[in-house]
């Protein structure tokens, strides 16, 4: 069974471009969430998706966006670059019912963002 | 509000040394608690959870104790290897969101 896959492996933009990130889940996983990993700062919860439909978002800016498509995978869009959105970006799913208390998530590998 | 709180690293051990990662968490409800590792260069990696108070989890000789009278899942195993060197994450979950503690890089040396 293939994991929770994350495209691109690394990016470098200039700071005011825009990126997008592409994550696929687990077959049969329905949610997925995206995470910021800046150095020295441990994992921040950017945004949650489930069928669909964004169902939480984290303390962000609106420049911080995002959709999931009928096949569960996800984009997420970095409007207006700046330095400090340096950071890894990590996917994660969880399993059909959508129960992390029980399952936890199941991560990729992420997305390495560089501003420059 | 929920948070996790985890001994600040890093950490240096030699090879066949007994580990305790420290974590503590504050949390409305019952939440579950989790361990994740991080690789270098990899993403998490589930290593251990437990979801009510007492219960132990374990992996690859790794046990935490769900400590709900001192909110707590310390990490340990008895004898560390090499290959055991990477950041590793306490997380809780409250039934709608994760929340990660800030990691704890460890590093066994020969």
Request: proline letters at 4%; a negative charge; charged letters at 15%.
């Amino acid at each position: 069974e293939a994991g929770v896959t994350q495209s691109p492996t690394h990016l470098i933009k200039t700071r005011g471009q825009q990126a997008t990130l592409r994550c696929s889940p687990i077959s049969g996983h329905t949610s997925v969430y995206w995470y910021q990993q800046a150095l020295g700062l441990g994992l921040q919860f950017l945004l949650w998706y489930d069928e669909g439909e964004e169902r939480n978002r984290g303390n962000f800016p609106p420049r911080f966006s995002g959709r999931q498509f009928p096949n569960y995978s996800s984009e997420l869009n970095v409007n207006a670059l700046e330095l400090e959105d340096s950071a890894l970006y990590l996917c994660a799913s969880t399993q059909r019912g959508g129960d992390p208390m029980n399952y936890g998530y199941t991560f990729g590998s992420g997305t390495r963002l560089t501003v420059v | 509000g929920n948070s996790v709180t985890q001994m600040e690293g890093p950490v240096t051990l030699s090879e066949e040394a007994f580990l305790t990662i420290n974590c503590t968490y504050t949390a409305t409800g019952y939440p579950s608690l989790f361990w994740y590792v991080q690789y270098p260069g990899e993403g998490l990696q589930l290593l251990l959870k437990a979801t009510k108070a007492d219960d132990k989890g374990s992996n690859k000789g790794f046990e935490a104790t769900y400590r709900k009278e001192t909110t707590s899942f310390h990490l340990e195993k008895g004898s560390v290897q090499v290959s055991d060197s990477a950041v590793y994450f306490c997380a809780l979950n409250t039934g709608n969101q994760f929340y990660f503690g800030t990691g704890t890089s460890l590093t066994v040396i020969p």
